[in-house]
């Protein structure tokens, strides 16, 4: 069984049949659905797990209790990947009590036909728990990311459960060659990543409090350099630049797009750039692009003109940017169409609400295939990237 403190076990379960998390982000490594138990006079149960896992998780919670029973079951979260099992727990435990925020408990009926109205405590802001030796103290995390989402700090072994915060994909068995920040990177941004000023706002709560340790509901404990989970989560909630250089995303029919987007890459390289990122819409993982769009501070989008729109991965891509808040940014354009091109205005359309965002004032058009006035255009752009 593995401890996160002396009286606090890790009693979650590992999945490795899920093909799409959500129904979309792939997940080549798995998923964790973490479960925690606390072990005092009185013993709290830390979230439940996904409804395909229920008895492992039951048999998980067995061994840590030892032959206990217990006392409160504390649901954060209402996703089902962490309260399925819910029903499960209250059966097998009748003398149990239930802690979560009011509109969980509200949620609690719609998904599971009970709220359980005998068997409750109604947690908010600044609500604790004794459970004997460890004061739990609820911290309300609206629209973290769900209007339900309560976090709770141990005051004793000052440990913060926090909910889908701090989360990662991947199975925790699972070795991740990429370390940390990459898939939670990708986890954030496309989970939370609509929300960063609410994440931002309970960060600023946890930046009052002594952390030790972090219990997300994915991916693992953090309890080493926390300093730098903290920071890149700061600089993920305020839309910051994680890295500097460019992202270059792009679509292409018939390969003059792509070699823009190439000569492009070659000249930002010469010009010194410490990073070109350069990502297919059409090939490459679209969290993973959204991913890198907001890790930098500097894009570049480049499409073909089609059926008098844009080609549709890359309409995706912008309208999902849009959707989860994306600001801040400096964008270049590059179109392409052999009669009537509209992509970069099309572009800037979809874009235009997207806050605190500038426009290079060199917009490469391309008619069909790449010419020497094109040349020159996309190095004035490389120059304008690197400004």
Not at 252 to 271: D, F, H, M, P, W
Not at 303 to 311: E, L, P, Q
Not at 338 to 360: H, I
Not at 366 to 379: H, K
Request: proline share 3%; with cysteine.
């Amino acid at each position: 069984m593995n401890r996160v403190t002396n009286d606090i076990l890790y009693i979650g379960v590992n999945d490795h049949d899920l093909d799409l998390f959500e129904g979309q982000y792939i997940v080549p490594l798995g998923m964790a659905y973490n479960s925690y138990v606390i072990l005092d006079e009185k013993t709290a149960v830390m979230d439940t797990v996904d409804k395909r896992f229920g008895d492992e998780w039951l048999g998980n919670l067995d061994k840590a209790l030892s032959g206990r029973t217990p006392d409160y079951l504390v649901v954060q979260h209402m996703e089902p990947d962490h309260s399925a099992n819910i029903a499960l727990f209250m059966e097998k435990y009748p003398a149990a009590v239930v802690v979560a925020s009011a509109k969980a408990f509200t949620m609690m009926k719609n998904f599971y036909g009970n709220e359980y109205a005998d068997r409750r405590m109604v947690a908010a802001e600044g609500t604790e728990l004794s459970l004997g030796a460890h004061v739990l103290q609820f911290i309300a995390a609206p629209m973290v990311h769900w209007p339900e989402v309560i976090m709770t700090y141990d005051r004793t072994d000052k440990v913060l459960f926090s909910a889908d915060a701090f989360g990662k994909f991947g199975a925790l068995d699972r070795e991740d060659p990429e370390g940390w920040a990459c898939e939670a990177r990708r986890y954030y941004f496309g989970i939370v990543g609509k929300y960063g000023a609410q994440a931002q706002a309970v960060l600023k709560k946890a930046a009052a409090l002594e952390i030790q340790a972090i219990c997300p509901l994915h991916g693992p404990v953090l309890q080493e350099d926390l300093p730098y989970y903290l920071n890149l989560y700061n600089i993920w909630t305020t839309y910051g630049v994680e890295t500097e250089g460019v992202a270059v995303f792009y679509t292409s029919v018939y390969g003059n797009t792509e070699k823009a987007v190439r000569i492009l890459e070659e000249k930002l390289k010469e010009k010194g750039c410490p990073k070109v990122a350069v990502s297919d819409l059409a090939r490459d993982d679209m969290a993973e692009c959204v991913e890198d769009a907001f890790r930098y501070g500097k894009i570049v989008l480049a499409t073909t003109t089609y059926n008098a729109d844009i080609f549709p991965f890359m309409r995706t891509f912008i309208e999902t940017l849009a959707e989860h808040g994306f600001r801040g940014r400096k964008i270049g354009l590059i179109e392409n169409g052999s009669w009537a091109p509209v992509a970069a205005k099309v572009m800037k359309g979809l874009l235009e609400g997207c806050r605190d965002t500038v426009f290079a004032e060199n917009t490469v058009k391309i008619l069909s295939s790449v010419s020497e006035e094109n040349l020159a255009r996309i190095d004035a752009l490389a120059d304008e990237m690197m400004e």
